[in-house]
């Protein structure tokens, strides 16, 4: 009998590796031309089979970076904003007249860029805007309708429209430090990192507050999957999905817990059109994708997640939990091992990041709770 899994194309075969000669604090892509952002002043374009090209940018530490597929917008310790197109040629968009670090940055609608420094946001579209934040800027995301930027900062965050500089910013409070903001892609929820190991959120229409608590350690990288149907979150030895499919998100519902490991997940990040989401932990980049039975109905999140494959340096671990047969919406299993990386964790399960977290108490995942007076 033929094996199914002869004909299935080995990670190895896809990847080479890349001498950074330095710390990378970031990765983007310019059509097939991987854009690696070093720690220190400089992008290394890596194109196949082709020796990287080093292009300085900055004048000391990159603090931030962006892209949109046309262009990496990053940020310095020396004040600029710096655009650098694929052929490595670079523009100063911005270079901050006190000097400030550069510690934020978003991309826009028609090609707006907004970024931070101290307690002011910016934003150039076609017009050079600025808003004084309340403390320091602690992330920014743009809403995708219309034209809005969310500021997080301490107490809470900010919904400011820049084009309409007589508008009153919508203020969205909850006590502590915001240090980070993503919006979801349909624009209903805006979630923002905390300075304690939870993630808070609101829902933009009324305003109702989730509080995603619960985890090991301090949520540093977080994604939205394809469609935005889920949330992928690092914080925790398992990679953490938090359910957005219906218009309450994750209210009162438990977060998907899945491919445990020994280390914290450190950088999540999910492909743009397939529900794939890709994990770094300590020495180790997963890949992790959702399987749906083929007889399953558009709207059914009831999928699973499973590992498919683990890259340790230049090796590639074999994959564990179920190989999913592409195109022919069936499974061939394979030998599982409860408790290690890529183990298939069936739909419906409830634990919470770092263990069982019963339904109904003040911090439960999820939960809809009040703002603080």
């Given at each position: 009998?033929?094996d199914?899994?002869s004909?299935?194309v080995?990670?190895?075969?896809q990847?080479?590796?890349?001498?950074?000669?330095g710390?990378?604090?970031?990765?983007?892509?310019?059509?097939?031309?991987a854009?690696?952002?070093?720690?220190?002043?400089?992008?290394?374009l890596a194109?196949?089979?082709?020796?990287p090209r080093?292009?300085?940018?900055?004048?000391?530490?990159?603090?931030?970076?962006?892209?949109?597929?046309?262009?990496?917008?990053?940020?310095?310790?020396?004040?600029?904003?710096?655009a650098?197109?694929?052929?490595g040629?670079?523009?100063?968009?911005a270079?901050?007249a006190k000097?400030?670090?550069?510690?934020?940055?978003?991309?826009?609608?028609?090609?707006?860029?907004?970024?931070?420094?101290?307690k002011t946001?910016?934003?150039?579209?076609?017009?050079?805007?600025?808003?004084?934040?309340?403390?320091?800027?602690g992330?920014?995301?743009f809403?995708p309708?219309?034209f809005?930027?969310a500021?997080?900062?301490y107490?809470?965050?900010?919904?400011w429209?820049?084009?309409a500089?007589?508008?009153?910013?919508?203020?969205?409070e909850?006590?502590?430090s915001?240090?980070g903001a993503?919006v979801?892609?349909?624009?209903r929820?805006l979630?923002?990192?905390?300075?304690?190991p939870m993630?808070?959120?609101?829902?933009?229409?009324?305003?109702?507050?989730?509080?995603m608590?619960?985890?090991?350690?301090?949520?540093?990288?977080?994604?939205?999957t394809a469609?935005?149907?889920?949330l992928?979150?690092?914080?925790s030895?398992?990679l953490?999905?938090?359910?957005f499919?219906?218009?309450?998100?994750?209210?009162?519902?438990?977060?998907?817990?899945?491919?445990?490991?020994?280390?914290?997940?450190?950088?999540?990040a999910?492909?743009?059109?397939?529900?794939?989401v890709?994990?770094?932990i300590?020495?180790?980049?997963r890949?992790?994708v959702?399987?749906?039975?083929a007889?399953s109905?558009?709207?059914?999140?009831?999928?699973?997640?499973?590992?498919?494959?683990?890259?340790i340096g230049?090796a590639v671990?074999a994959?564990?939990?179920?190989?999913?047969?592409?195109?022919?919406?069936s499974?061939?299993?394979?030998?599982n091992?409860?408790g290690?990386?890529?183990?298939l964790?069936?739909?419906?399960?409830t634990?919470?990041?770092?263990?069982?977290?019963?339904?109904?108490?003040?911090?439960?995942?999820g939960?809809?709770?009040?703002?603080?007076?």
């Open positions: 009998m033929t199914a899994r004909d299935t080995s990670v190895v075969e990847t080479h590796p890349v001498a950074a000669g710390a990378v604090v970031g990765a983007h892509f310019l059509g097939r031309t854009v690696l952002v070093l720690g220190e002043e400089a992008l290394l194109e196949p089979k082709t020796e080093r292009v300085d940018v900055h004048a000391g530490a990159i603090l931030a970076s962006a892209g949109d597929g046309e262009r990496v917008i990053t940020g310095g310790d020396d004040g600029k904003v710096v650098t197109n694929v052929q040629e670079m523009r100063t968009l270079a901050d000097h400030r670090w550069i510690d934020h940055l978003a991309l826009g609608p028609d090609g707006a860029v907004a970024w931070s420094a101290g946001a910016f934003v150039q579209a076609k017009e050079l805007r600025e808003f004084e934040a309340p403390s320091t800027v992330g920014l995301a809403l309708k219309g809005r930027l500021v997080a900062h107490n809470g965050a900010t919904l429209f820049p084009n500089p007589q508008a009153t910013p919508e203020k969205l909850w006590k502590g915001h240090l993503a979801s892609p349909d624009g929820f979630v923002t990192t905390m300075q304690e993630l808070h959120g609101w829902r933009l229409a009324d305003g109702k507050h989730m509080r608590s619960g985890y090991a350690a301090r949520v540093t990288s977080l994604r939205w469609g935005g149907h889920w992928a979150t690092s914080g030895t398992q953490i999905l938090w359910p499919q219906t218009k309450d998100g994750p209210m009162g519902k438990q977060p998907r817990l899945l491919a445990p490991s020994e280390h914290r997940v450190q950088v999540v999910c492909h743009p059109r397939q529900e794939i890709a994990t770094s300590q020495g180790m980049v890949l992790d959702m399987v749906r039975p007889d109905k558009a709207d059914n999140d009831h999928g699973w997640y499973v590992t498919l494959s683990g890259i230049d671990g994959p564990r939990g179920d190989m999913p047969l592409w195109g022919s919406g499974m061939t299993p394979m030998p091992q409860p290690q990386p890529g183990q964790v069936p739909p419906g399960t634990t919470g990041p770092g263990g069982t977290t019963p339904p109904g108490t003040t911090t439960a995942p939960q809809l709770v009040t703002p603080p007076k």
